[in-house]
């Protein structure tokens, strides 16, 4: 019997690992200049985690968690999303009486049982950013200019492309809120009938959701339907144009969007969204926002909290592209660093134990040398070297060994240079050296 992968989940072969690998590293090295530390969380969490932080009655919960029992008739869940464990580990290891603010990142997959689509499987895969502290609209202002400048990195060397889009709104406080809660509640259950038979599920447990949902019918009823801005009590109507201020100061642009919401129950005031162009119906690259009260409804302190996580998988097709169509920048150079940097060529058996050596010595040096420890002929080792695209090729024989004197192959430009040596150790060094300098 074939057995395959699970639905929803893939295998990363070497070319699209190389491509995530490199946009992490970006992140990875911005986060640390705004100070984020990196950290790591379970995959598995207690069910309950999830039920009390992202809302009993989201469709995340209530559809698209892997929730089983373990031996111990414990319920367990792979985690939908990491801001809730991030939480349970600053309660647990009780660093919320640690010096504010509190900024952490992780980057890692998650999952959730939904319909796979473009750019996001049942298994994916997240950059997620974190910070605690007691939060004004210019935090708030330098997490959106985080997210935007970690998306736009892989331009540093390129003209600018125009590809993403931010999109922004509040959903205000538990002061404003409820009221507009109450007026979309009654207007969706007006509106029932032309509503997709998942919102009309959603109308009783989490009616913001409705406000999310993709389907023609339902955008029509939703464009008719209450504005959370018109609700905004004079805090968050001040807060918000504060944001808007410091935004438009700072040169970033944004879309208001009054009816934006995000699919989890926690989040209060500022949210975000930023879209990418090519990606189709689903085209959310990042999102994120504000939540003040998680921390302590799971059980710990009053602490607010921002947030957005970026999907790797979104943001990978709009840099690069995927099989369909190309993206707005080459990944050439890029799997080029997948190629071996030289490929030695063993001719003679007595040569093999003595590549085995230089092979160690290249490697210390930070090349990436293959080898075969087969006895083939040169010209069958030289096609080998050319089908793994081996920028340069070396030759020792027995004759290269006697003379100290080795032949160094450029595979692309077909020339060769005779390289005198003392020893392996010494053959190592100026072999790196004509490598690294192209020569």
């Given at each position: 019997?074939?057995i395959?992968?699970?639905?929803?989940?893939k295998?990363?072969?070497?070319?699209?690992f190389?491509?995530?690998?490199?946009?992490?590293?970006?992140a990875?090295?911005?986060l640390?200049?705004?100070?984020?530390?990196?950290?790591k969380?379970?995959?598995?969490?207690?069910?309950?985690?999830?039920?009390?932080s992202?809302?009993?009655?989201?469709?995340?919960?209530?559809?698209?968690?892997?929730?089983?029992?373990?031996r111990?008739?414990?319920?367990l869940?792979?985690?939908?999303?990491?801001?809730?464990g991030i939480c349970?580990?600053i309660?647990?290891?009780?660093?919320?009486?640690?010096?504010?603010?509190?900024?952490f990142?992780?980057?890692?997959p998650?999952f959730?049982?939904e319909r796979?689509?473009?750019?996001?499987?049942r298994?994916?895969?997240?950059i997620?950013?974190?910070l605690?502290?007691?939060?004004?609209?210019?935090?708030?202002?330098e997490?959106?200019?985080?997210?935007?400048e970690i998306?736009?990195?892989?331009?540093?060397q390129?003209?600018?492309?125009k590809?993403?889009?931010?999109e922004i709104?509040?959903?205000?406080?538990?002061?404003?809120?409820p009221?507009?809660?109450e007026?979309?509640?009654?207007f969706?259950?007006?509106?029932?009938?032309?509503l997709?038979?998942?919102?009309?599920?959603?109308?009783?447990?989490?009616p913001l959701?409705?406000?999310?949902?993709k389907i023609?019918?339902?955008?029509k009823?939703?464009?008719?339907s209450?504005?959370?801005?018109?609700?905004?009590?004079?805090?968050?109507?001040?807060h918000?144009?504060?944001l808007?201020?410091?935004?438009?100061?700072i040169?970033?642009?944004?879309?208001?969007?009054?009816?934006?919401?995000?699919?989890?129950d926690?989040?209060v005031?500022t949210?975000?969204?930023i879209k990418?162009?090519?990606?189709?119906a689903q085209?959310?690259?990042?999102?994120?926002g504000?939540?003040?009260?998680l921390?302590?409804?799971?059980?710990?302190?009053?602490?607010?909290?921002?947030?957005?996580?970026?999907?790797?998988?979104?943001?990978s097709?709009?840099i690069?592209?995927?099989e369909?169509?190309g993206?707005?920048?080459s990944?050439e150079?890029?799997?080029?660093?997948?190629?071996?940097d030289?490929?030695?060529?063993l001719?003679?058996?007595?040569s093999?134990?003595k590549?085995?050596?230089l092979?160690?010595?290249?490697?210390?040096?930070?090349?990436r040398?293959?080898?075969?420890?087969?006895e083939k002929?040169?010209?069958?080792?030289?096609?080998?070297?050319?089908?793994l695209?081996a920028?340069?090729?070396?030759i020792?024989?027995?004759?290269?060994f006697?003379?100290?004197s080795a032949?160094?192959?450029?595979?692309r430009?077909?020339?060769?240079?005779?390289i005198e040596?003392k020893?392996l150790?010494?053959?190592?060094?100026?072999?790196?050296?004509?490598?690294?300098?192209?020569v």
């Open positions: 019997m074939k395959q992968a699970v639905r929803g989940f295998d990363w072969l070497p070319e699209e190389a491509k995530y690998e490199y946009l992490i590293e970006l990875k090295n911005i640390k200049t705004y100070n984020y530390k990196e950290i969380i379970p995959i598995l969490e207690k069910t309950e985690l999830f039920v009390r992202i809302g009993e009655f989201t469709d995340i919960v209530q559809k698209e968690t892997y929730t089983f029992q373990d111990n008739k414990e319920f869940t792979l985690r939908p999303e990491a801001t809730a349970r580990m309660i647990e290891r009780g660093l919320f009486v640690n010096p504010k603010p509190l900024k990142f992780t980057v890692g998650m959730r049982h796979p689509q473009k750019g996001r499987l298994e994916f895969f997240q997620d950013v974190e605690f502290s007691e939060l004004n609209p210019y935090i708030e202002a997490i959106i200019s985080l997210a935007m998306l736009k990195a892989p331009f540093f390129e003209k600018e492309q590809i993403y889009t931010l709104n509040s959903l205000g406080c538990s002061e404003c809120r009221k507009y809660r007026d979309l509640l009654k969706l259950e007006e509106n029932k009938e032309n997709c038979d998942t919102c009309k599920e959603r109308i009783t447990r989490n959701r409705v406000l999310d949902c023609e019918t339902c955008k009823v939703i464009s008719k209450p504005i959370i801005t018109e609700y905004f009590c004079e805090d968050c109507n001040a918000f144009k504060n808007k201020e410091i935004l438009d100061f040169g970033i642009r944004y879309v208001e969007n009054p009816r934006l919401v995000r699919g989890l926690y989040y005031r949210i975000f969204e990418a162009k090519g990606l189709g085209d959310t690259v990042a999102a994120g504000r939540y003040d009260y921390l302590e409804e799971l059980g710990g302190p009053y602490l607010p909290a921002i947030g957005f996580a970026i999907g790797l998988e979104r943001w097709i709009s690069f592209g995927d369909e169509k993206g707005v920048l990944s150079k890029l799997l080029e660093k997948l190629n071996p030289i490929f030695l060529i001719l003679g058996k007595e093999l134990i590549g085995f050596q092979a160690t010595f290249l490697r210390k040096k930070g090349l040398c293959e080898v075969t420890y087969e002929s040169l010209k069958a080792q030289l096609k080998n070297a050319d089908k695209s920028k340069y090729s070396l020792l024989g027995e004759e290269e006697k003379k100290k032949v160094l192959r450029d595979m430009k077909s020339i060769q240079d005779n040596f020893d150790e010494d053959l190592s060094v100026k072999v790196f050296e004509k490598v690294k300098n192209g």
